[in-house]
């Protein structure tokens, strides 16, 4: 990876204490659910890129837009009850933006387009709320209050028929702007950058005179998988760039999918569950029959290129009690090797990780990204055992 490449990755360390301080944790993607990394979460150093974070888990709950920057004490900064437990990476668009926003739930009623910034959607269009939107292109910023005030809400492009389904129905959506490069600060000396800061109930926005340009290395570095609703890339499809925790709501039904860029695990069950597989660059025209799947794909999770060192501790038992053993590098067997039958927790210090229930990388699979794995159990791998190990690496991609 060129270092344009690298600069252009989003980077978010989130630190269990207020002020940077106790165990941390670094995500260059989506995280459904913080818990499995600290126990708690009270400040972030925002270094690159832009993110989403969520009080609740599954990107639930009230949600707060972060640009590069540091968060000492959000709790006290953005009146937040609860720290953060999910956090969603907004990807850099260097395209147009488009959305269509409609009267009604399923698309029904009073219809408009937008390509641009509304203050007041009361004041412009003569609607006191809209149900449901079509995101096309772009990723939008909703907010409850005219003039982008009151709690808001990150839309990525995909089709949103029901708020109310959605868990909005105490929502109702007065104003929307576009989150545009400009929000990204993309580590460029000569870029003239402003700043965005969102508190709850206000919103700070100042422009600088010239936007940064994207290089094409650092765009060529992102990841990116088509799904497809039917077989050999035909019906609907969808385009994603991060983690995508429920296909359905883009998608009735996933039976191909084209990876472009990067490296992807794909889950039969929504929230990253159920049996996984681990797909690289290339066409996939019915998996489910290509991979033993027994049902179609529901959630998936864009795996990071790193550029590093690789490290990770296995441990006998759980809570990281027992015989333990660090490894560098592959290991086909870990019978053979370590005189263990198998092992019940880990700790994955550096790079990223593919689990396998049987010896010589083979049998279904588990993605192990950096990260504290207490109890393979209570993470739902009660019937699994993992038996060798495979770094994910640059060549993989």
């Not at 301080?21 to 995280?31: I, L, N, P, V």
């Not at 760039?241 to 883009?250: K, L, N, T």
């Not at 990260?371 to 060798?388: H, I, V």
Request: charged content about 20%; some cysteine.
């Amino acid at each position: 990876m060129t270092s344009s490449g690298m600069n252009m990755m989003s980077k978010i360390t989130f630190y269990e204490d207020r002020n940077f301080q106790g165990r941390s944790y670094e995500c260059m993607s989506d995280c459904p659910d913080m818990s499995s990394y600290l126990n708690r979460c009270h400040s972030c150093r925002v270094e690159r890129g832009c993110f989403m974070v969520y009080d609740r888990t599954n990107f639930m709950g009230n949600q707060y837009f972060l640009r590069r920057g540091e968060y000492s004490d959000y709790m006290s900064m953005m009146g937040m009850s609860d720290c953060i437990k999910s956090c969603r990476m907004i990807p850099m668009h260097r395209g147009s933006y488009r959305i269509r926003i409609y009267e009604r739930e399923q698309f029904q009623g009073q219809m408009h387009e937008l390509m641009e910034d509304c203050e007041n959607v009361m004041e412009r269009f003569s609607m006191s709320n809209f149900m449901s939107c079509n995101v096309m292109e772009g990723h939008w910023l909703m907010y409850e209050q005219p003039h982008f005030r009151g709690r808001m809400m990150y839309m990525r492009p995909g089709e949103y028929r029901s708020f109310m389904s959605m868990g909005m129905s105490s929502m109702r959506f007065m104003s929307m702007r576009r989150i545009m490069d400009s929000s990204v600060n993309v580590d460029n000396p000569q870029c003239s950058m402003g700043f965005y800061v969102m508190l709850l109930g206000q919103a700070v926005f100042t422009m600088g005179p010239s936007a940064c340009q994207m290089t094409s290395s650092g765009m060529n570095m992102m990841s990116k998988i088509t799904f497809y609703e039917d077989r050999n890339f035909q019906g609907r499809s969808y385009e994603c760039m991060s983690d995508c925790p429920d296909m359905s709501s883009y998608l009735n039904r996933c039976h191909s999918c084209r990876v472009e860029r990067g490296c992807f695990m794909v889950y039969d069950r929504t929230n990253f569950m159920g049996n996984q597989y681990f797909l690289r660059r290339g066409e996939y025209s019915d998996y489910m029959s290509m991979m033993g799947m027994s049902d179609c794909i529901k959630s998936c999770r864009m795996i990071p290129m790193h550029r590093g060192s690789y490290r990770i501790r296995i441990y006998e038992r759980e809570q990281f009690q027992g015989q333990m053993h660090e490894l560098m590098e592959d290991c086909e067997n870990v019978m053979e090797r370590f005189s263990m039958s198998n092992f019940m927790s880990c700790n994955v210090m550096e790079g990223h990780w593919l689990m396998y229930e049987q010896p010589h990388f083979r049998g279904r699979m588990m993605y192990m990204r950096p990260g504290e794995y207490r109890s393979f159990m209570s993470m739902g791998m009660s019937s699994m055992r993992f038996m060798s190990m495979r770094r994910i690496m640059d060549s993989c991609y």
